[in-house]
Structure formats: C-alpha cells, structure tokens
C-alpha cells in the first residue's frame, strides 16, 4: 500500500475555563496535514475568536475511511491565494480514499498553478455518486431527442399547408403553341391556293380569317 503524505484529522479544542465560565464554547474541525503536530498549529491558525495561549486541545483523532479498497469519485471544494489573490476552485478526483483524492488535488494544484499546500484551504468534500450522473446525461439526451422530434414535426407540417395554399399556374405552353398552330394553318392554306382557281383561293382564305378570327375573341374576352 501507497504511503499517503496527507491525513484527514479532527481537532477539538476550547478557551481556558475561568472563574465568569466554567464550561467554555468548545470548536471541532477537520483538517488534511502531514502529522498531529502540524495539524494542531493549523487549527489555531483558523480559530480566530480563541487564542492559543488561552486555550486548549480537548482531543484530537485521525479520520479513516471505512471501505479503503473501494474507488470512489470525491469532489473537494477548495480556496487558494495565488500571486494575483485569491481563487475559488471545484475538483473531481477517482481513488480508493479521500485521502488520496487530497494528495492528488496537491500535486495537481502544485504543478499547473503553483500553489504551495499552506496557501490551500479546503472548504469542503463530498463522495459524487455515479448513477446521479449517468441519470442526468440519460433526461437530457431524453429531453433533446423530442425536442427534435417536435421540430421535425413542426416543418413537414408547414411545408404541407404552404404547398396547399399556392394557387395553381396557367398553361403557358399551352397558349404559346395555339398561336403558332394558327399561324402555320394560315401559311399552310395560303400555299395550298397554289394551281387552285380565283374562287376557291377566295375561299380557303376566307375560312383561315374566320378561324383567326374566333380565336382572337377566345384568347381577348
């Protein structure tokens, strides 16, 4: 096993009691350090409303975990002083203890931003349960699936009714090539008067007026 260089240590302690107050306030906190020694000096520098020459450790223990062979996701909430100031930062560590997830938070804080362990303050801890996660991600793709269903339904739905609503054009080609029909029946009738006597050209000529004519007042109302 891994020897860890931070613990987890809880520290109880309290002002002196005197003559106006014989049971004191007392303080408890929870404090990563490399030994007891160290961990005692960091609680009266947090204990600002009792000094350490009037006060005193009432106990101070070491905090296990109890599964230590089991991996866990934790999430510290921590506080630093960079060289600009002061920076709030959120953390998501995998490992076996909370322990470990501290020292890895260390190591990382040291490397990427320079931060020494005493400039670290750790605000709070918690374990992350996984199938909270996965179970948001699951609603989410849920929600965006019928969000695009819906849309999907609501196009082809207006695509349909401005295709019912457009009016619907006239033949064009239609009255392009009646005209030109007429007029090749004309030619055709004025070539056919060829070797045909004065009457019967008079004749033919006449009828392809009068056809003329008549679509002329179709096509003009």
Known sequence: M??????????????????????PKIYRMKLWHTNDVRAKSKFWYFLKKVKKS?????AINEILEKKPTVV??????????SRTGYHNM????????????????????????RVRFPCIQIIETATIVLYNRIADQTMSSCKLTNL?????LLLFLSLTS???????????????????????????????????????????????????YIYTQKNNP
């Not at 009037?54 to 009432?58: A, L, M, R, S, W």
């Open 2 to 23: 891994v020897a860890l260089k931070f613990h987890q240590y809880q520290v109880v302690g309290r002002a002196l009691p005197k003559d106006a107050e014989d049971t």
């Open 54 to 58: 009037n006060g005193q450790i009432v």
């Open 72 to 81: 866990e996701n934790y999430g510290i909430w921590l506080r630093y002083q």
């Open 90 to 113: 959120y953390k998501e560590y995998r490992d076996t203890t909370l322990n470990g997830a501290v020292d890895q938070m260390c190591t990382e804080m040291a490397s990427r931003h």
């Open 148 to 152: 695009c269903i819906v849309a999907a």
């Open 162 to 212: 401005t295709a019912r609503e457009m009016p619907s054009s006239p033949d064009v080609s239609t009255m392009k090539v009646q005209p030109e029909d007429a007029q090749v029946e004309k030619v055709m009738a004025e070539e056919s008067c060829e070797g045909v006597g004065e009457e019967e050209c008079l004749m033919r000529r006449t009828l392809a007026a009068h056809i003329d």
